[in-house]
C-alpha cells in the first residue's frame, strides 16, 4: 500500500476540478469541486433509497449508479471534469462475484438480520484493543454483516471472489479495479487492526482473507475510467480514478493536512462523529488515549494517511430529523432565550443502541408537540452540543474544534459547543459538507495545503448557558430533575 506521505503533487499538475462521488445515509450527492477556489461548481443530489423487496432491504444500486453516471457526464458537458473521487458512509460492503455483478444486494446496515447470528459472531469477534471496534447494534458493525450473510446465503457467499469496502465499490464500477482502504476498514468493522496496520485475526479465522482485495491508499489512482463506459458517457479519454474514502475521514483530511495537532473535528450528518487529532494522554502508536470505552460508542478510526484517530459518535442528525419532522425551522436567539428560560431540554438517546448513552431512555422535558418548531429547535441544537461535548471529553480531544457539514451553520449549537468546552469553535468552510471537499482533495495530494490556521481564542462563555449545560448534565446523570421551573409561567413555550 503506497504511503501518502511519500506522494507530491506539483500544483501545477495537480487536477482543479475533480467530481465527488459523496454517498450518504440518507442522501447521494454528486459535487463538482473546484480545489484551487475551495469552492463547489456544480452540485446534484437524490435520496439514498432502501428497497425492502428482495432477501433483505437493500441500497437500489441501480438509481446511484445511474444518477452517478448521468451526474458525471452533465458536469463534464457542462464545466469539464480532470478527476473523480469518492466517498461513503461507512458498514456497507459490496459482495462481488466471479462475474463481477453483485453476488447479493449491498445490505442496509440498519436491517436486523445479523442479529439473527449475534451471539455465535460474538464469540469469535476480535476484541477492542485488537480492532478499535465497540459491539454495535444491527449490521453496524461490518464483520457482523458478513458473518450473517455467510451464514443466510452461504451459496451466494461462497460464489463471492470480492468483498469490496462501498467507497471502493463505486471506484470498482468506474475502472474495474478492486481494492481495499483503510480508512473504511478502519470504521467500527471489526475487520481492521488500527496498530498493525493489517486485517484482524477474525479475518484470518474466518478464511475471508482470500476474498480481500488489495490494499491501497485513500490518494491513489486506481485507473481510468473504462474506455467504453467513458466513451458511452462523453468522458475524456484516461479521466482518472481515486480510490477513495469513509465520509467521515474526508471531513477530517483538509484539517489534517493543514492544521498542527492537537484539534478535534466533528463531523455532522446522520451521524456525529467526534475525531480526536493529537488526542490528550495518546500512546505513541497514533494519539490513541487509554480507556476509551467500547460501552458508549467510542472508537478507533483510521484517517486517510493510514493513523488511528480516537473517536466517539451518536446519531445526531438522525435524531434532530425525526424531532423537527417536515419543519425546517431554525431557531431564533428568541428561541433560545425561551428555551433556557423555560429549562426546556432534550435528553438522552432519541436514538437508543448508540452514542454516549446507548442505553438510556431520552425524551423531552415539555411535550413536543406543545413547543413552537423553533423552540424544538433550539432545545435540539442544545442537546446535540451537549451530547457533542460529552464525546469530546470520552476521547480527551484537545485545542480547538472544528465542525463540519450541516451543524456548521446552526449558530445555537456552536455556541453552547464552544462556551460547554471552554475552546474555539470553528465552522467549516462554505459548502454544504466538507465530505466533498476532502474526497476532492485526494486528487491534489497529501502536500496540497501547507497552511497552519492559528487557533482563534475562544470566547467568554454565556453564563446562562453554562447553567443550562449544569443542569442538563445532573438531569443526565439524575441528581435532580430535568427541567427548571420557568420563572415567567408554567405554560410551555
Not at 477474525?202 to 476474498?211: A, E, F, T, Y
Not at 448513552?357 to 435540539?380: D, F, I, K, N, V
Not at 457533542?388 to 465542525?403: K, Q, S, W, Y
Request: glycine content about 12%.
Amino acid at each position: 500500500m503506497t504511503d501518502p506521505r511519500k506522494m507530491s503533487t506539483p500544483r501545477s499538475m495537480a487536477p482543479r476540478h475533480v467530481a465527488v462521488v459523496d454517498i450518504g445515509k440518507t442522501n447521494a450527492k454528486l459535487a463538482l469541486v473546484d480545489v484551487a477556489a475551495h469552492a463547489e461548481v456544480a452540485v446534484v443530489t437524490m435520496a439514498n433509497r432502501v428497497v425492502a423487496d428482495g432477501p433483505y432491504p437493500h441500497f437500489d444500486e441501480a438509481a446511484l449508479r445511474d444518477f452517478c453516471l448521468s451526474g458525471l457526464a452533465g458536469f463534464h458537458r457542462d464545466h469539464g471534469i480532470d478527476a473523480i473521487s469518492i466517498t461513503t458512509h461507512g458498514a456497507t460492503a459490496a459482495l462481488i462475484g466471479d462475474d463481477g455483478a453483485l453476488a447479493l444486494p449491498v445490505l442496509d446496515y440498519e436491517h436486523d438480520g445479523p442479529e439473527e447470528t449475534r451471539d455465535a459472531y460474538d464469540r469469535i469477534r476480535p476484541p477492542f484493543a485488537e480492532s478499535g471496534t465497540p459491539k454495535l447494534p444491527q449490521g453496524l458493525n461490518l464483520g457482523a454483516q458478513l458473518f450473517w450473510q455467510e451464514r443466510a446465503f452461504p451459496q451466494a457467499f461462497a460464489r463471492t471472489k470480492l468483498i469490496l469496502p462501498y467507497p471502493q465499490y463505486w471506484a470498482f464500477r468506474l475502472t474495474g479495479v478492486a481494492a481495499g482502504e483503510a480508512t473504511s476498514l478502519g470504521c467500527h468493522t471489526d475487520l481492521w487492526a488500527p496498530r498493525r496496520r493489517d486485517w484482524s485475526s477474525m479475518v484470518d479465522g474466518l478464511g475471508w482473507r482470500g476474498k480481500m482485495p488489495p490494499l491501497r491508499s485513500a490518494f491513489d489512482v486506481l485507473g481510468p475510467v473504462e474506455p467504453g463506459l467513458a466513451a458511452r458517457l462523453g468522458l475524456p479519454a484516461g479521466l482518472p480514478v481515486h480510490c477513495g474514502l469513509h465520509d467521515s475521514n474526508a471531513s477530517l483530511l483538509p484539517h489534517l493536512v493543514t492544521r498542527r495537532p492537537p484539534f478535534t473535528v466533528v463531523s455532522t450528518g446522520t451521524w456525529v462523529i467526534v475525531l480526536a487529532v493529537g488526542a490528550e494522554g495518546g500512546d505513541a502508536g497514533g494519539g490513541i488515549p487509554d480507556g476509551l470505552d467500547p460501552a458508549r460508542d467510542t472508537l478507533v478510526n483510521v484517517n486517510a494517511l493510514g493513523d488511528p484517530v480516537a473517536s466517539a459518535r451518536f446519531m445526531g442528525g438522525r435524531e434532530f430529523s425525526n424531532a423537527m419532522g417536515e419543519s425546517a425551522a431554525v431557531a431564533t436567539s428568541e428561541d433560545l432565550a425561551r428555551v433556557l428560560g423555560a429549562g426546556v431540554m432534550v435528553l438522552p438517546s432519541l436514538q437508543p443502541g448508540c452514542g454516549p448513552y446507548p442505553q438510556r431512555p431520552g425524551g423531552w422535558s415539555h411535550p413536543p408537540e406543545t413547543l413552537g418548531p423553533g423552540t424544538r429547535a433550539a432545545a435540539l441544537s442544545l442537546y446535540l452540543a451537549l451530547m457533542t461535548a460529552t464525546c469530546r471529553d470520552l476521547v480527551h480531544g484537545d485545542g480547538p474544534t472544528v465542525v463540519e457539514g450541516p451543524f456548521a451553520r446552526n449558530a445555537v449549537f456552536l455556541a453552547m459547543l464552544a462556551a460547554v468546552t471552554g475552546r474555539a469553535v470553528v465552522a467549516g468552510g462554505a459548502s454544504a459538507t466538507g465530505t466533498s471537499f476532502g474526497a476532492a482533495l485526494l486528487a491534489a495530494g497529501p502536500g496540497a495545503s501547507e497552511t497552519h490556521p492559528a487557533e482563534d481564542p475562544p470566547r467568554p462563555p454565556d453564563p446562562a448557558l453554562l447553567a443550562y449545560a449544569a443542569r442538563w448534565r445532573a438531569a443526565v446523570a439524575g441528581d435532580q430533575p430535568a427541567v427548571a421551573v420557568s420563572s415567567s409561567s408554567g405554560a410551555a413555550p
